[in-house]
């Protein structure tokens, strides 16, 4: 049925400047395709590494905001530990506990906590002037 027949490969020199054109136009193309391909495969990584980095960005600014509120949170609990252990010293002893084992840092606290409860007290003295003198 089918004979097998070998061909001479023989260079056919006839229109080169139709073979090359036809060449140039298919190597263009295919640099065109590559080109293309290449440019989809880059933006899908770069969407890839968007998303990325705002799942980061995002994780990082929920860190940022659960350490702040931790502090927030220590600071209160600081204070509300120092109030409850002066007022059952005071309630204990009839007088206000010795402050040498406290650091620093607990003094300083200790300062603008009496600072911050005198300024309430001012403020509600004042209030209560304010009524008395629209009062009278």
């Known amino acids: 049925m089918f004979i097998k027949r070998r061909v001479k490969l023989v260079l056919i020199l006839?229109?080169?400047?139709?073979?090359?054109e036809s060449f140039c136009r298919k190597k263009k193309s295919i640099?065109?395709?590559?080109?293309?391909?290449?440019?989809?495969?880059?933006?899908?990584?770069?969407?890839?590494?968007?998303?990325?980095?705002?799942?980061?960005?995002?994780?990082?600014?929920?860190?940022?905001?659960?350490?702040?509120?931790?502090?927030?949170?220590?600071?209160?609990?600081?204070?509300?530990?120092?109030?409850?252990?002066?007022?059952?010293?005071?309630?204990?002893?009839?007088?206000?506990?010795?402050?040498k084992g406290l650091t620093e840092k607990e003094l300083k606290g200790l300062q603008d906590l009496i600072n911050m409860n005198v300024n309430k007290i001012n403020q509600e003295l004042e209030e209560l002037k304010k009524d008395e003198a629209t009062a009278v």
Do not use: W, Y
């Open 31 to 99: 640099m065109g395709k590559l080109k293309e391909v290449r440019t989809v495969k880059s933006d899908q990584e770069q969407q890839r590494r968007r998303t990325k980095s705002k799942e980061e960005m995002h994780m990082e600014k929920m860190i940022k905001e659960a350490k702040q509120e931790l502090r927030k949170l220590e600071e209160e609990n600081r204070t509300k530990e120092l109030l409850i252990h002066m007022f059952n010293v005071r309630a204990e002893t009839g007088s206000f506990p010795v402050l």
């Open 14 to 20: 006839t229109n080169k400047s139709v073979r090359q």
